[in-house]
């Protein structure tokens, strides 16, 4: 699964160190849990997730689920 945006993206430093920990967000109005529950959904079905970002162009995260 691919969901990509074309928003503000992210920067490499708020991927490698706060994207996937829970209270850690972008938004003004976010709580940043969403995306913590969202890894730890797909991990406890053996997938992964994955991202890429650019700040000013967006971001895509990937959902690898097994057969």
Same mark, same amino acid.
């Given at each position: 699964?691919? *969901? $990509?945006? !074309? &928003?503000c ?5 708020f991927?490698?160190?706060k994207? +996937? $920990? ?5 938004? #003004? @109005?976010?709580?940043?849990? &969403? ?9 406890? #079905? &053996? &997938?992964?997730? %994955? *991202? %890429?970002? $650019?700040?000013?162009?967006? !971001?895509? +995260? @990937?959902?690898?689920?097994? *057969?």
């Open positions: 699964i691919l *969901v $990509k945006d !074309t &928003g993206g992210m920067s490499p430093e991927i490698k160190n994207l +996937f $920990k829970p209270f850690s967000t972008t938004k #003004h @109005k976010g709580l940043g849990i &969403g995306l913590y529950q969202c890894r730890m959904i797909i991990e406890a #079905h &053996g &997938g992964r997730i %994955e *991202v %890429e970002s $650019k700040e000013g162009e967006g !971001t895509a +995260f @990937k959902v690898l689920l097994p *057969v």
